[in-house]
Structures are given as structure tokens and as C-alpha cells.
């Protein structure tokens, strides 16, 4: 069962770490670069050989998902979890989201065809490169490339009468650049939602949670 279990510890991870992202930048307006590529860039990766290959290999997990093992690993010692309430909302309600998501099969296959668009477009962006975006995670993080994330955000999850509500800085959430920041991130945590549920991932997991995924989170940060 490890197997499984360190599957979902990942998909997890990378669940509170799109959701810590967007709380910091509603109440912060500043993340860690390298947490931010690694989540956008989950969202072009459509055919994986891995769970771990979604967020950059094995050895670069601990790197990629480190805001997301950190949120785990406090949820898993309890003592901060209350400094964490805001996140763990935004994760339960990514959760939701993902399940109303899955049973719209319509709108599941207009986000695939438009990330690949969006995929595609991605490399007139940056005029300096010319290789294939999905050996650059910051060609795919570029302010155009969130943008148009944001708009298919809007224009398929956004209609979903069950919103996600983000609390912060009111003159941070104005910004456009955060909005559309905020807008990437929750599709990327809605992806790691449906990883979760594909490596076998329930709602009622996350009650025993605690004991299931300590072996894996250890194992993960060992790596470090």
C-alpha cells in the first residue's frame, strides 16, 4: 500500500501548496518562485509517466512541493494547523470543486483542449526561447501564460454556482496580476484534487489522514 500512500501524499502536497500560494499572495502579494512554477507547470503536464513527474521527478520534489510537505507536516503535528485554517479551506474547497468538475465531462474536455492551446501559445511568449515550454517551467509561469489560465478558470470553474471565496489584503486581490495569480493556482490545486482521487484519494481519507501519509511525508523530505 506505500505506494499508493506516497502517491497520495504527493498529489496532497501539491494540493496545499496551490492552496498556501493563494493565500499568500491575498495577503502577502509575494510567493517563492519555485513553488509557483512548479504548480502552473503541473497543469501542462497530460500524459505523465509518474505521479512524481507532474511536479518535476522525484529528486526535485522536495524543492518543487517544499510549501506544500511543510503545510502537510504541520496539519500532520497539529500544532500549527490553526494558523492554517484559511488554507485547509481553500483545499477542502478545491475538493469540492474537482468532484462537481468530473461529473461535467463537457466542460473536462474543453480545460484539455485549451491547456493544450495555452500550452502551445506559450512559446511565442518568451521571445528569447525557442525550445518546447515543457523543458521550462518559467516560460510556462510567464504573466501571459497565467492570464490565460485565469480567463479559462473564469470561463469553465467560475460558473460552478459553488465559488471559492479568497480573504486577504482587499488592495492586493484588486491587482490584476494577483487575480489572475490566485485564478492559475486554484486550477492547479483543482488538478492535484483529481491526481488525488485517481491514486485513490476519498473525502473521508483525509479523517485518518494523520496516519497514512507520516511514512510517505518522511520519506518525501528525506530526499531533501
Do not use: C
Not at 505521479?51 to 518535476?56: A, H, L, R, V
Not at 492535484?192 to 481519507?205: C, E, N, S, Y
Amino acid at each position: 500500500m506505500s505506494r499508493r500512500h506516497d502517491e497520495q501524499t504527493i498529489a496532497l502536497a501539491a494540493l496545499f501548496q496551490a492552496a498556501a500560494l493563494v493565500d499568500q499572495i491575498a495577503t502577502r502579494g509575494m510567493v517563492a518562485q519555485n513553488n509557483f512554477e512548479s504548480s502552473i507547470y503541473s497543469l501542462f503536464v497530460t500524459n505523465p509517466g509518474s505521479t512524481e513527474e507532474i511536479y518535476g521527478g522525484a529528486s526535485e520534489l522536495p524543492y518543487n512541493l517544499s510549501l506544500g510537505l511543510r503545510n502537510l507536516q504541520d496539519l500532520v503535528d497539529r500544532s500549527k494547523a490553526e494558523q492554517n485554517r484559511n488554507v485547509t479551506n481553500y483545499a477542502l474547497s478545491m475538493i469540492h470543486l474537482e468532484r462537481k468538475l468530473s461529473s461535467d465531462p463537457k466542460m473536462l474536455r474543453h480545460l484539455g483542449g485549451r491547456i493544450d492551446q495555452v500550452r502551445e501559445q506559450a512559446r511565442f511568449f518568451d521571445e528569447d526561447y525557442n525550445g518546447d515550454p515543457m523543458d521550462s517551467p518559467s516560460v510556462l509561469a510567464h504573466p501571459n501564460v497565467v492570464a490565460n489560465l485565469a480567463s479559462l478558470y473564469q470561463e469553465t470553474l467560475s460558473t460552478f454556482k459553488f465559488r471559492i471565496q479568497v480573504g486577504g489584503d482587499p488592495r492586493l486581490l484588486q491587482n490584476s496580476e494577483n487575480a489572475a495569480k490566485i485564478r492559475a493556482l486554484l486550477l492547479a490545486g483543482i488538478r492535484a484534487a483529481m491526481l488525488w482521487r485517481q491514486v485513490g484519494g476519498r473525502r473521508w481519507h483525509l479523517l485518518f489522514f494523520r496516519s497514512r501519509i507520516r511514512p510517505s511525508l518522511k520519506k518525501l523530505n528525506a530526499h531533501h
